[in-house]
């Protein structure tokens, strides 16, 4: 089993859709948790740091299940600019960051 | 205030050949973390340099190698160059403090053994 797995995707959804990312991981003894996003050719950017009590940025909501090892991302009332690949980061005590392999997201028109 | 800053941004090799990648932290940053990207996949952890000293590696073999430098930047290293190793070559900066693990990427290498 992969240390950190990923809905497959591709996600193709209209502008305005609400769209749901799953995340689960095998290392229980993990202690940070992230999603980043990554346009085509480009870099990994930060989109938010995932807390235990969950927490929400604009159109964008994390939660965090530790008992189930589980971390989603809720995006809301998407537009075109959501577009790209969401990347799923676990960073276990002792480790460095393990990433997902990441959910292609498109919005469409 | 530059963000995290890496050179070349392209890089055509073939195999056999040694490469030398470079990397600058963003400003208050001084830990330095690598990874390599293949395409369709997540970045993977290559390591991670702090004070200097690597801190820890991933499952990589001994032909990539890295330093870092007294201004916390740093380089990657990679000998007997294989296909296999084309790939996004990402390095990360990071702060060392308590609560403070947020990595923040540079633009990537991207490296084409031939």
């Known amino acids: 089993r992969k240390e950190v797995e990923q809905d497959p995707g591709p996600f193709n959804v209209p502008e305005g859709a609400t769209v749901a990312f799953n995340c689960t991981y095998s290392?229980?003894?993990?202690?940070?948790f992230f999603w980043y996003r990554q346009d085509c050719r480009k870099e990994p950017k930060l989109l938010m740091s995932?807390?235990?009590s969950g927490n929400e940025d604009g159109r964008f909501t994390a939660q965090l299940n530790r008992a189930s090892q589980y971390i989603s991302l809720l995006i809301r009332d998407s537009k075109l600019s959501d577009s790209a690949t969401y990347l799923c980061?676990?960073?276990?005590?002792?480790?460095?960051?393990?990433f997902g392999p990441g959910t292609r997201l498109s919005v469409l028109p | 205030d530059a963000g995290v800053t890496q050179s070349p941004t392209h890089l055509i090799k073939t195999r056999g050949q040694q490469v030398t990648l470079r990397c600058s932290p963003k400003?208050?940053?001084?830990?330095v973390s690598w990874y390599q990207q293949a395409l369709g996949q997540g970045p993977q952890f290559i390591f991670q340099?702090?004070?200097?000293?690597?801190?820890q590696r991933g499952n990589f073999p001994d032909r990539f190698s890295g330093h870092q430098f007294p201004n916390y930047s740093s380089e990657l290293n990679v000998n007997a160059l294989l296909l296999g190793d084309s790939a996004l070559y990402l390095c990360?900066?990071?702060?060392?403090?308590?609560?403070?693990?947020?990595?923040?990427f540079g633009p990537g290498t991207r490296l084409t053994v031939l």
């Open positions: 290392n229980s003894a993990s202690q940070s």
């Open positions: 995932v807390y235990s």
């Open positions: 990360a900066s990071s702060f060392s403090g308590e609560g403070y693990n947020e990595q923040f």
């Open positions: 340099y702090y004070e200097e000293e690597e801190r």
């Open positions: 980061v676990v960073n276990p005590i002792g480790q460095n960051f393990v």
């Open positions: 400003s208050g940053h001084d830990t």
